[in-house]
């Protein structure tokens, strides 16, 4: 699959305020996403899932309730490399994404310490990555999408001393991106960068109504871009340079 990119809804600043009091205003804060790619036992990973749907879930969707974390979601593995589940939790800031983890385990210990502890010698082995929004559809959107049922995320590996200009090429690209989502081709899509975790520097998340919509838009996007912004894909290509695809079925 060839690598490729993203939207930004850019909000505009007016202009007719005084410059005084527009230094003063403070940009909206990026939403974060806290995400741990699970390795797991496949031949109980039905039994992990279990444990999501009845001792996990509600504990998540209380935290969302009471404001804690503002989306939150399970994918398992479909096809792609050697994460077989996804767990993510999806804040405004870095410190509400990472005070609220703490309170949610204590919350799901409480409410049944033995399923978590089969939950981990089920789904034994972790990467943590937290990445911070940068351009894309509707965050809430893309992150708790109740239509979405399958996803397509590409991780990839990026020149640190250039990832800032691959950013300004998927906000070129957004107006593509953003196109096939106002046909109804995709949900909502996303670009994010590396806060905290492993190599990959950045993560562009696809998600649809199914993985084969998401998949199909994938390729139509490709398309555009070629015919469209076949320069800067080059450009994006020589910064971005190696990447590992998955795509998720959305469970939760």
């Not at 804060?29 to 496949?42: A, G, L, M, N």
């Not at 404001?67 to 939790?89: D, E, K, M, P, Q």
């Not at 409480?110 to 559809?137: E, L, P, R």
């Not at 995709?186 to 492993?198: C, I, P």
Request: proline share 3%; charged share 20%; with cysteine.
């Amino acid at each position: 699959m060839r690598i490729k990119f993203l939207t930004l809804a850019l909000l505009a600043g007016c202009a007719a305020l005084p410059l005084a009091v527009a230094a003063q205003e403070e940009e909206a804060p990026k939403p974060v996403v806290y995400s741990t790619y699970f390795e797991c036992d496949s031949t109980n990973e039905w039994l992990a899932d279990a444990i999501v749907a009845q001792v996990f879930k509600p504990v998540y969707d209380a935290a969302v309730a009471d404001g804690s974390i503002s989306a939150w979601g399970w994918l398992s593995h479909h096809t792609g490399g050697h994460w077989r589940r996804g767990l993510y939790r999806t804040a405004p800031t870095f410190e509400a994404a990472w005070t609220a983890g703490e309170a949610i385990g204590e919350k799901i210990d409480a409410a049944n310490a033995a399923a978590s502890a089969k939950f981990g010698t089920i789904c034994h082995t972790h990467d943590d990555y937290i990445w911070q929004w940068v351009n894309g559809s509707n965050p809430d959107v893309a992150t708790n999408s109740a239509v979405a049922t399958g996803g397509v995320s590409q991780y990839l590996v990026c020149d640190m001393a250039r990832q800032e200009r691959a950013d300004e090429l998927m906000a070129e690209a957004a107006p593509i991106y953003n196109r096939h989502v106002a046909a109804g081709e995709l949900v909502s899509w996303g670009w994010l960068e590396h806060v905290v975790g492993g190599e990959y520097r950045r993560l562009l998340t696809l998600r649809g109504a199914t993985n084969m919509d998401a998949m199909g838009a994938w390729g139509a996007i490709n398309d555009d871009l070629d015919a469209e912004q076949a320069a800067n894909t080059a450009e994006f290509n020589e910064i971005c340079t190696s990447h590992q695809d998955y795509v998720w079925n959305i469970v939760h």
